[in-house]
Each structure stands twice: as structure tokens, then as C-alpha cells.
């Protein structure tokens, strides 16, 4: 490989327009003067519309447009696509979903019509002026209250409120290790729902012409969401361009298609000419997709020494109600793919049911399923280590996998890990030894301090497959065309860094380009850290096809053998001599037919598919330190050290931020954060960041990351993805140093001041 940029860390380019206030997010490209779409949305999370009636809405000033599920209907619209495919015990239920309520509605926020007007204040005005009589009926709320016999039936194709049966593993191997066993320890699990809540809401400006639809939108899979869209309307994809500029996050939340980019194409459609919509916030909270919500059961099986010998899991995924692009594939095959984590455990069984609840759909969120199956192998664990008496490291360090390749109990191929490790590492950085008199100290203060460990296995690819091309542009520039996107990646400072190494040409000669549906030939999207894995080496592939067909042009300008040349510096030479061609010129040379070989096409631009379905294996050992004011239960997270493995680092720097931004949501989680409902009316009790708690600058210590490379051999360029692994590794990490705290005590997700201080008392109330 030539030497170049690779390992090097670099800043973001893209920092310096983000800065400085001149990035290109959706909302900032509408034009002066385009109709403003405004959503009417149900009050009621579960209700019959007796009669909706839009009359004095259509009349008011500056109305131009009024869509109901009715108007949708009319327009012959198939219902939102589940595309996810997983292997159910019996069929998936997927009920019809429309981009605008027809009869029912079936969870609050769901949209019921659209108005397009002159301006937003106008939009607003007549969204109020709609009329609409609800019928409320009996709401369902949660997975637990959905399956009692005498729940409200959400959908009469789904009879019990159930939409599948999944399991995974070898249930007769799993049952015998468990009768086996010297040990078994058993806890309830509970992953408890959250909300993305990206910085940029979503938005979206619409427009028709000339039989084609064009869909400016915040997203992060613009291939995957026109299928979906060319689905919805019975048209060819060719009828659709989708594309994206710079995206404020996504976080999985941003990869599916939603009800109104469907309604807001409809009204582009019928008005002929462009539509916008911006989301506010309160309807990301109400009308985007909420994420993990497990409620379930999971036991450990150790021998007499403390070995693993079989872990199963049973739990109720909430779906919320309706199934969303991805949300039956997280609980199940993402789940599937990380449970059991960096361990060697032989046997593994995982059950899960899929229900529907009035709710907000469920979908992917930043780990997508991973970060619940670590978090219930660590729960388990730890409260192995616990009921044995044993040090937590020492017993992860005994089981964690340590010959490759090695093959999971639930099928995953793993080509090289440093498990064990990590765990040395964590431990010869963690001053463990000094923990004693640290907890001491804050004994005496009156605090309770709490040390925890825990490890984290990533499974890395997200969908398979992935296109990439290299073109020479007419400025000079070579621009670099993926099918993956960059949603705050820095995948736009980090393709140029290998491929300047790659070809031997300047990182700031290359061009990034993503997220357009007529610029990308093909593309998954990101999700599930795949870009450099996926996305990477099918750019890999492109420049070596490139660069063998550049190879027989300069051999045949050069008049040498292709054997003769070396490459090197950008430039092809004849070895031995100091005749050279270097790619731009060659670039230039081969858009002239008479200067090509006999039988070479015009042009160096090359395209590729990687058609590899190979997955990553990203890992990490943490460990965090917090001390709890026994007065208030509120808990202070004093450090956290995390030593992880990504594979080859392309931009250490970069790679430390997505870790750091991936830490602060699982930490967000573990201490803060939790979707809430009232339990009868089924309104939401958590609809902006009022009543959501964010993490803030101040509820987290500085984060001490330590990486390690470790490259895999299932890509050119040894890496193993690191976009989700920070929300995966954190939340076990702080609720076990939370509970150590506690003396051990059982604690659920978010570990709320309120929360804790119930232990507490509870503590003093049994001693």
C-alpha cells in the first residue's frame, strides 16, 4: 500500500463551513416563497374519526391545499412498506399504514391531514380550522399491558396485540446447559424507549415536473427510502430523485421513509409546484420513531468454575403501532447477531415476541438492536460475578473468546478479536487498586461511590452491499461517488484520506459525493457502522479497476509493456527509466479516442459493487466511576476509560469523536433519558426536551478513550466500523458502577435522581 494519509488525523472539512454558519442542511434550501406545509395531528392515541371535514379550512386566506386520508386514498397509494425481512415462527404481521389516517388513529401524533399554504402562520391557521370528531376508544399502552387477554385489539389482523414469534438458537442445546449447570442466575431486563432527537428536525421540500418527483430531504439512505417511496405510489424508482444535503444526525432515525414525505409528494403533485415541510420539535417527538423499549427475562448458566455454558434470553419488543421500515428486524436480527457479546458461551436461545401498542412506531436508533444485546449479556454478568463472589474483570477475562475465527452460538463468523485484551489493557489503566480509598472518601462526605466494567461487542455492516465510483472531473478534480452517506461521520474528510494514499494524489484533490439518487448509481445508506467497511471497499475496488485501466492507457502512451510500469506518487513510470505519466494526465489523454489503445472506451471513470455480506467485529472494555448524593439520589458520573478496538483507524481523531458522541447518548440513556406515557389516556408525557432529558456538557466527565487496532481481514482496509459503539459499551457500564454504588441493588434504566433515591430508601427501610 503507498504511503499517504491513512492513520493520520485530520480535522473535518466539513467543520469549516458547519462553524461557520454556512452548511447546507434542508430547511436553509428552501426557496423564498414556497408553499409551507402544517401536519393536523391526533390528539388521541387510539380513536375512530367519525367525521372529518376540512370545508373551513380550504376557504381561509392563503390555503392552496388540503389532503386527508381520504384525498390519499383517491390517489389509488399502496400502504407504507416493512421492507426488513426476518425469519419469524409463523407469518409477520404488517397492517396497512397510510400516510394520513383514514377510520382510526393509533397513536398520538399519528398525521390525519395536510395543509399547504402561502405561508406557515397561514397553514397553522387552518389546520386549526379542520374539524374532526373522535370516537376515543380503550388505548393500549406498553408491551406488558398489550398481551393481557383483556387488552384493546389495536389491529384485527394481529389478535392479541401480536405481530410475530421470533426465535434464535438451539433451544435443546441451551435447555441441557442450563440442567448442567452449577450456576444460573436469572434477572428481568428492561431497555427502556427513547427518542433519537437530532439536533435538525426533519424536512423536506417536494416538487413535480415533467412526470418525475424530487425529494430534497434530511436523511441517510436516499436509495432505500426512493424504493420505499416508489413502492407507496406504483412507480418506477426511475420516477423519483431523492438526495440530501449536509444532515444535522440521524442516528438511524433518519434512514426510513415517513407518511409525510408521501403526503407532502402528493400535494407537490396536485399543486405543481414546490412544497416544504419542516418538522417542529415536539412532532419528532410525536411523529418520527422511538427506539428499544425490551421488557423480558434472561438467565446465565455457569459451571462449578464460573465458566459460561448457556445464556437465553425471552423479552416483548414494543413496535408501537405499526410495523416501521426496520423496527421488527431490530429486537430481532440485529439483537441476534451481538447476544452473548465477547464471550465464549456455547449455548444461546432468544425468544422474542413483537407487539403493538398505541405508541409511536419503534425503529433503529444509534446500535439498533446491539446495544440491548449487550446490555442483558452485561446485566447477566455482572450479576454472575455478584452471586459468585468473584472480581467482575477476572470473570470476563476468563470467558471472553480468545480463539479465532470463531463461530457464535447464534451463527456470527468472527475473523479476529482482542476481547481479552482489552480487558488487560482497561485493567492496567483503570487504577482499580486506588478505588478504596476514593470510595472512602466520599463514605465520609456522606456519598455512596460505585465502580462498574463492562465489555461490548459491535456487529458491523448494516445492509449488505455497497457501489462506488471514481470520476475525473472537467475542473480537475476527482470526485470520490458513494452509496453510503455521511450524517456527521466525517466520511467527507475521511474517503479522501485513503484514497489519496490509494492513488497518490492530494486529499484536497478529491471530491466527496453522496446522497443523490441521479449522481449515485446504487447505495444502502449508513446504518449499522458500515461505511468505511462496506462503503470503503467497494471505493477500494472502483480505484483499482480505475487504476488497471489507467495502467494499459499510459502503457500504451508511454509505448512500454503494462509489466514494465511501476506506480507510485500518483504517477505511472517505466521502470528503470524516467519516462512517467502521472493520473491527471492520463485522465485528460483518455477522453481523446485517438489517443486510447485499440478496444479501450473513452474515459478513466470506473464504477464497483462490493457484494460482500462479511461483518465486523468492533469491541471495547470500559469502565465508569460515579458517586450518588445519598440525600438527593442524584447520581455524578466521576469517570469514564474506555479501551476499544475499531480495526485499522483511517482518522484516529475522528474515530475519538464518534466515540465520545456515542458515549454521551449511552450515557444519556443509562442516567436521563426514557420515553413516557400516561398509562390510561396514552398521551405523551415526554414531548420535548422540556420533559426529555438530554445529556448536557456538564453531566459528563471528560472521557478517557484508548484505541487499539486490530485490523480484520474482511476488507482491504482492516477496518471494523465505529459509528454506534460508544451508545453500545456505556449504558451497562454506568448502571453496574450505579448499582455497585447501591450495594447491588436492582435498578432499572434511567437511573433518575428520583429512581435512586427510592433505592435508597428501600435499602434503609429492609436493613
Same mark, same amino acid.
Request: hydrophobic share 45%; proline share 6%; charged share 20%.
Given at each position: ?66 389532503? @386527508? ?54 397553514? *397553522? ?27 384493546? #385489539? ?45 439536533? &435538525? ?19 441517510? +439512505? ?26 444535522? +444526525? ?33 412532532? &419528532?417527538? #410525536? ?140 485493567? !492496567?489503566? !483503570?487504577?482499580?487498586?486506588?478505588? /478504596? ?6 463514605? /465520609? ?51 479522501? #484520506? ?15 459525493? #453522496? ?61 528503470? @527509466? ?6 491527471? !494526465? ?19 471513470? @470506473? ?16 469502565? /465508569?466511576?460515579?458517586? *450518588? ?25 475522528? @474515530? ?105 430508601? /428501600? ?5
Amino acid at each position: 500500500m503507498p504511503e499517504g494519509s491513512i492513520g493520520v488525523s485530520r480535522r473535518r472539512r466539513e467543520d469549516a463551513r458547519f462553524l461557520t454558519g454556512t452548511g447546507r442542511f434542508t430547511a436553509d434550501l428552501i426557496p423564498p416563497g414556497t408553499p409551507r406545509s402544517v401536519i393536523l395531528r391526533s390528539p388521541h392515541a387510539h380513536a375512530r374519526i367519525r367525521r372529518l371535514d376540512a370545508t373551513a379550512a380550504r376557504a381561509m386566506p392563503g390555503v392552496l391545499l388540503v389532503l @386527508t386520508g381520504a384525498d390519499l386514498a383517491a390517489e389509488g397509494l399502496a400502504p407504507l412498506p416493512c421492507p426488513v425481512k426476518v425469519a419469524t415462527l409463523g407469518p409477520l404481521i404488517i397492517p396497512p399504514r397510510a400516510a394520513l389516517a383514514v377510520d382510526t388513529v393509533r397513536h398520538v401524533g399519528e398525521p390525519v391531514a395536510l395543509v399547504v399554504a402561502t405561508t406557515e402562520a397561514a397553514a *397553522i391557521d387552518a389546520v386549526e380550522a379542520i374539524d374532526v370528531d373522535y370516537a376515543p376508544l380503550p388505548a393500549a399502552i406498553g408491551a406488558a399491558v398489550a398481551l393481557r387477554p383483556e387488552a384493546p #385489539q389495536i389491529w384485527t389482523e394481529a389478535p392479541g396485540n401480536l405481530a410475530f414469534r421470533f426465535e434464535r438458537g438451539d433451544r435443546a442445546a441451551t435447555e441441557a446447559a442450563f440442567a448442567a449447570a452449577a450456576h444460573v442466575v436469572e434477572c428481568r431486563i428492561v431497555n427502556q424507549r427513547i427518542h433519537a432527537a437530532p439536533i &435538525e428536525p426533519r424536512a423536506a421540500l417536494a416538487s413535480f415536473a415533467a412526470g418525475r418527483f424530487d425529494l430534497l430531504h434530511t436523511g441517510m +439512505g436516499v436509495h432505500g427510502t426512493r424504493a420505499q417511496l416508489a413502492e407507496v405510489f406504483r412507480l418506477p424508482e426511475a420516477a423519483f430523485r431523492l438526495h440530501c444535503p449536509d444532515v444535522g +444526525g440521524g442516528f438511524g432515525m433518519k434512514n426510513f421513509l415517513f407518511p409525510e414525505y408521501v403526503a407532502l409528494c402528493v400535494a407537490a403533485r396536485r399543486l405543481g409546484r414546490p412544497v416544504a415541510w419542516v418538522a417542529t420539535g415536539a412532532e &419528532e417527538f #410525536q411523529g418520527a420513531v422511538h427506539a428499544r423499549d425490551h421488557d423480558g427475562v434472561a438467565r446465565l448458566a455457569l459451571d462449578a468454575e464460573g465458566h459460561f455454558l448457556g445464556l437465553h434470553a425471552s423479552y416483548a419488543a414494543d413496535l408501537g403501532a405499526y410495523c416501521s421500515a426496520n423496527g421488527p428486524g431490530c429486537p430481532t436480527n440485529s439483537v441476534s447477531t451481538a447476544i452473548g457479546g465477547v464471550y465464549a458461551i456455547p449455548a444461546v436461545l432468544l425468544e422474542v415476541r413483537g407487539v403493538f401498542t398505541n405508541t409511536v412506531p419503534v425503529d433503529a436508533y444509534r446500535g439498533a438492536g446491539k446495544p440491548e444485546a449487550n446490555y442483558l449479556t452485561e446485566r447477566l454478568v455482572e450479576a454472575a460475578a455478584r452471586a459468585l463472589g468473584v472480581d467482575p474483570l477476572a470473570i470476563r477475562r476468563q470467558n471472553a473468546i480468545a480463539a479465532f475465527p470463531y463461530r457464535s452460538a447464534t451463527g456470527m463468523l468472527m475473523d479476529t478479536g482482542r476481547f481479552g485484551a482489552n480487558l488487560v489493557d482497561l485493567e !492496567a489503566l !483503570a487504577d482499580r487498586a486506588g478505588f /478504596a480509598a476514593r470510595r472512602a472518601a466520599s463514605e /465520609a462526605a456522606g456519598q455512596r461511590r460505585g465502580l462498574g466494567i463492562a465489555c461490548f461487542l459491535e456487529t458491523s455492516r448494516g445492509a449488505p452491499q455497497e457501489w462506488a465510483a471514481v470520476r475525473f472531473a472537467a475542473d480537475g478534480m476527482v470526485d470520490l461517488a458513494v452509496g453510503t452517506q455521511s450524517n456527521g461521520q466525517g466520511l467527507e474528510t475521511s474517503f479522501p #484520506q485513503f484514497a489519496a494514499q490509494w492513488l497518490g494524489l492530494p486529499e484536497e484533490r478529491f471530491r466527496f459525493v #453522496q446522497a443523490d439518487t441521479d449522481s449515485v448509481a446504487f447505495g444502502n445508506g449508513h446504518g449499522g457502522a458500515r461505511s468505511l467497511h462496506v462503503g470503503g471497499t467497494a471505493l477500494v475496488m472502483a480505484m483499482e479497476a480505475m487504476l488497471e485501466k489507467a495502467r494499459r492507457l499510459a502503457a500504451h502512451l508511454l509505448q512500454a509493456a503494462v509489466a514494465e510500469l511501476d506506480f507510485a506518487g500518483g504517477a505511472f513510470r517505466v521502470r528503470g @527509466t524516467d519516462r512517467g505519466i502521472d493520473l491527471p !494526465a492520463l485522465a485528460l489523454a483518455a477522453r481523446d479516442p485517438a489517443q486510447l489503445p485499440e478496444g479501450m472506451a473513452p474515459g478513466l471513470d @470506473t464504477e464497483a459493487k462490493n457484494l460482500s455480506e462479511l461483518v465486523t467485529f468492533p469491541s471495547g472494555a470500559h469502565l /465508569a466511576e460515579v458517586e *450518588i448524593d445519598s440525600e438527593t439520589g442524584v447520581v455524578t458520573l466521576q469517570r469514564y476509560l474506555a479501551v476499544d478496538d475499531y480495526g485499522r483507524l483511517i482518522n484516529p481523531l475522528l @474515530t475519538e469523536g464518534q466515540v465520545q458522541g456515542g458515549l454521551a447518548q449511552g450515557i444519556g440513556q443509562a442516567l436521563l433519558e426514557r420515553i413516557l406515557h400516561a398509562p390510561d389516556s396514552g398521551q405523551l408525557l415526554t414531548a420535548s426536551c422540556m420533559d426529555y432529558a438530554l445529556p448536557r456538557a456538564d453531566d459528563l466527565p471528560p472521557l478517557t478513550i484508548v484505541l487499539r487496532e486490530d485490523p480484520t481481514g474482511s476488507n482491504p482496509l482492516g477496518v471494523k466500523g465505529v459509528g454506534q459503539a460508544g451508545a453500545i459499551g456505556a449504558p451497562q457500564t454506568v448502571m453496574a458502577a450505579v448499582r455497585d454504588a447501591l450495594g447491588g441493588a436492582e435498578l432499572a434504566m434511567p437511573a433518575t435522581p428520583e429512581a435512586v433515591w427510592r433505592a435508597l430508601r /428501600a435499602a434503609v427501610a429492609g436493613a
